[in-house]
């Protein structure tokens, strides 16, 4: 996928320190969420174009990040959902920062090869602890046998 969201965010900075270093990843096995001037790419069109590059219908591998709340890949606690396919939604979410997003469900997460969740940042201590002590987080629904969580330091 390609357009206004591989120069902004997460598509940026996942090619800035990741895949300009490596080579070898061919860009049409690299599937950014489609954004457009109002936040949020067209779910069913993004879906088409997934299972086309992908009939399996799911990831190799997934990089996910968790947010001061306990939300991952856009999926917070009262998210309102605008529209859904099998494996993506459209969702309108509670922030200032794009409130309409187009995001994965938690079963195209959970049926990838591998999952990795990336925490960084004094601000997730207390999301750390809760999800330690078994409290319920969004993220608490990655559930994939090949889970690896990459803990910054200064949380543990």
């Not at 965010?9 to 090619?15: E, M, P, Q, S």
Request: proline share 4%; hydrophobic share 40%; aromatic share 8%.
């Amino acid at each position: 996928s390609s357009g206004i969201n591989a120069e902004y965010g997460n598509a940026r900075d996942l090619r800035t320190f990741l895949l300009d270093d490596i080579p070898e990843i061919p860009v049409s096995q690299v599937h950014f969420m489609p954004i457009s001037e109002n936040g949020c790419g067209d779910v069913a069109a993004f879906q088409e174009e997934f299972t086309a590059a992908n009939p399996k219908r799911k990831f190799n591998y997934i990089i996910l990040g968790l947010g001061s709340d306990g939300h991952t890949a856009s999926l917070f606690t009262g998210s309102k959902t605008i529209s859904e396919t099998a494996d993506f939604k459209h969702v309108e979410v509670n922030t200032s920062i794009s409130p309409r997003r187009l995001t994965v469900t938690f079963d195209l997460i959970n049926r990838s090869d591998w999952v990795s969740i990336l925490v960084t940042g004094s601000g997730k201590r207390d999301v750390i602890r809760g999800i330690q002590q078994g409290k319920g987080f969004p993220v608490s629904k990655v559930a994939n046998a090949q889970l690896t969580w990459f803990i910054d330091e200064i949380l543990l």
